[in-house]
């Protein structure tokens, strides 16, 4: 437990953001940051460089921006180091994704050519519908993380970066379930030198990562760390760890409206939801048992906001349907559709549609941002193991053991603001207001 006010390590020197995956979300990310840092663009959807906190009574009059309420990591500090199956750099990659407009791209194109990605870890089974020529070789799984080891020492020296973060932005992997490999970092261990199948690419990155001090934020809906074993590496080196899957699209409206419905007591019959999107995501999820991972984080949010174990009458036999579909044109312009049946007074039926014409990166990228800036900031404070306060940023959020993840996007928001008043000794904000009728 941080003790209410404690100390914070200044944000002094740089810090590396290390990428595993330089596709859409990746180039997007870094394309933004570098021209935010020119004045060619707004942060906008990032809560470490465009939200505010509030302080104290309403009366005080305090809501400081975040960023000047807590010490993290300035947008100059940041410096870039990835890893990918295709060798385009960041810059060749980024005008591929065509998420940034190219004449935008052209403002930052030196330094984005400068981010040449290094050989990646990926084992095909694990992602289908991809294959690179850019790919790591290893008699071992324990020889590719040592690998990986090694590049984030590299890029440490030539860097010189004080600090780094790692956040993943890879494929979404095909779906597992724990096994006993994932028990416990001995047996992780034994696996990773006999390769054992159920160590996925991802988790090899996550080890690597722990391994050298590095904190974790999964962007994917893999396992990744949300397993004994990196949990038990994350608190023996003393590093924290959070995930999984990005919170952007589909899920982000129904962690939005959700909580709407279930305020008010309104009852649900069915939640029917259809995505189509062309980009490389799209792609590896025309793969069934990718989209099963996919479909595993999207289908558990309504059912933990609603909690049909309390209002039985109201959510109990409601119909949830997720499909995704891969649609070439669209790109990265993903169109989510929801039909949300709903049931009012006297069990009368009513209808919601949500159209959401999104564009999936530029929602992810964010996320990315204040992933690497708040993870910083937990290492710099002396956290360490699962960040369940930063579930604020996923589909399906990592918690204790046992303890089901708290998916109410506004519920997260106030965990979130309530950490960093915790962390500065500010009082917590309950909202409860009785103190203004005294």
């Known amino acids: 437990m941080i003790e209410p006010g404690t100390e914070i390590a200044p944000a002094e020197g740089s810090l590396g953001i290390l990428l595993p995956g330089l596709g859409a979300v990746s180039t997007t990310f870094i394309a933004g940051v570098l021209l935010v840092r020119q004045g060619l663009g707004t942060p906008i959807g990032s809560l470490t460089q465009m939200g505010t906190i509030r302080l104290g009574k309403r009366t005080d009059d305090r809501a400081p921006f975040i960023r000047d309420f807590v010490p993290l990591a300035k947008l100059d500090s940041l410096q870039f180091c990835a890893w990918d199956i295709f060798p385009d750099n960041a810059y060749e990659s980024a005008l591929r994704a065509g998420v940034v407009a190219p004449e935008l791209l052209e403002k930052v194109r030196g330094e984005l050519e400068s981010i040449v990605p290094l050989p990646a870890v990926f084992e095909k089974r ?230 959401f014409l999104c564009r999936d990166s530029i929602l992810a990228a964010p996320l990315v941002l204040d992933l690497a800036l708040f993870l910083d900031l937990a290492q710099r404070c002396g956290m360490r193991g699962i960040q369940e306060w930063l579930s604020f940023y996923f589909k399906s959020p990592q918690t204790a053991e046992g303890l089901y993840p708290e998916h109410d996007l506004f519920i997260q928001s106030m965990k979130l603001k309530n950490t960093l008043r915790h962390l500065r000794g500010e009082d917590l904000i309950t909202h409860l207001g009785l103190e203004y009728y005294d």
């Open 126 to 355: 694990f992602v289908k519908n991809l294959d690179g020529p850019n790919q790591k070789s290893g008699a071992t799984k324990r020889d590719l993380a040592e690998q990986v080891m090694a590049d984030i020492d590299a890029f440490r020296e030539r860097s010189g970066v004080a600090r780094m973060v790692m956040v993943w932005c890879g494929s979404t992997e095909t779906f597992q379930a724990r096994t006993a490999v994932h028990a416990d970092l001995a047996s992780f261990e034994q696996g990773l030198d006999s390769n054992d199948p159920a160590i996925s690419p991802s988790m090899i990155y996550a080890y690597a990562a722990l391994q050298r001090g590095v904190p974790f934020a999964n962007g994917a809906p893999n396992l990744t760390v949300d397993i004994p074993a990196m949990v038990e590496l994350a608190a023996a080196r003393e590093v924290p760890i959070c995930g999984k899957d990005f919170k952007t699209g589909q899920t982000l409206m129904k962690t939005i409206i959700a909580p709407g419905l279930k305020a008010r007591l309104l009852g649900l019959e069915g939640w029917f939801s259809t995505n189509i999107l062309g980009n490389r995501d799209g792609e590896v999820l025309d793969d069934p048992e990718s989209f099963k991972t996919k479909e595993e984080s999207k289908l558990s949010v309504l059912d933990v906001i609603l909690r049909a174990d309390l209002h039985p009458e109201l959510y109990r036999d409601y119909v949830h349907k997720v499909s995704i579909h891969y649609y070439p044109p669209r790109g990265d312009n993903k169109e989510g559709w929801d039909n949300i049946d709903v049931v009012g007074w006297l069990g009368y039926p009513m209808q919601i549609k949500v159209n």
